[in-house]
């Protein structure tokens, strides 16, 4: 168990819909990274949320977008799903000891994944 | 475009050898690489974090990396069917902001 909760756990939604999963970060940790793995594929990163900000982005299109609350929970929102959004989207916890400026290993612990939302899109 | 690549196998082994999994990387500015072990459905486990050129054990695994080569590679020992898994490497080029994976090497271990 790594502390890290998303949910739901399993989802179902038709083309062109919205989706929200959510994700509780490990106890103490302040980052959340948020992946996305498609089947037979290493996850992919969508983007990073430190501080309530987002801290960088993949290649994703706009139409994925996140928020942080205070207590470092957060959000993944996608609209206008399509056919190949469908896939495992993975919640990773850390703890940033620097403002935001990664540039040394120490700077961030290990990322530590919850158990994954698995969305389908029909 | 940064690259990790991984064999994705399957790398078959039996019971109580020694299992080598390897990944090369592109980016040299690349400063943390990671093992994750990811069974069938589950997320990704972290097993080894390693920083610096040479080898890291810790348990039945050693993690080996050679910065120059951009070469990491996970060596598990005494191999067992729970080891059965896919083992995911991930490297991380500023410390911070995201893991790049490799696509997963799908290792089976056979009684």
């Known amino acids: 168990e790594t502390g890290v909760t998303q949910s739901p756990t399993h989802l179902i939604k038709t083309r062109g819909q919205q989706v929200t999963l959510r994700c509780s970060s490990q106890?103490?940790?302040?980052?959340v990274s948020w992946y996305q793995q498609a089947l037979g594929q290493g996850p992919q990163f969508i983007f990073q949320y430190y501080r309530e900000e987002e801290n960088g982005r993949g290649n994703f299109p706009p139409r994925f977008s996140g928020l942080q609350f205070p207590n470092y929970s957060s959000e993944l929102n996608v609209n206008a799903l399509e056919l190949d959004d469908s896939a495992l989207y993975l919640c990773a916890s850390s703890l940033a000891s620097s403002g935001g400026d990664f540039r040394l290993p120490e700077d961030l612990t290990e990322a530590f994944f919850g158990q994954g939302t698995r969305l389908t899109v029909v | 475009q940064k690259e990790v690549e991984q064999n994705s196998g399957p790398l078959s082994v039996p019971e109580g050898a020694i299992a080598s999994l390897n990944c090369t990387y592109s980016?040299?500015?690349?400063?943390?690489f990671f093992w994750y072990r990811q069974y069938s459905g589950k997320s990704p486990e972290l097993i080894m974090s390693i920083y610096s050129n040479g080898d890291k054990e810790d348990g039945r695994f050693t993690a080996q990396l050679n910065k120059a080569s951009q070469y990491v590679s996970l060596l598990i020992r005494d191999s067992q069917p729970s080891d059965s898994a896919t083992y995911l490497c991930a490297v991380n080029e500023n410390a911070g902001n995201m893991l790049t994976f490799g696509g997963g090497t799908r290792l089976m271990v056979k009684p």
């Open positions: 980016d040299r500015g690349s400063q943390s």
């Open positions: 106890s103490g940790h302040n980052t």
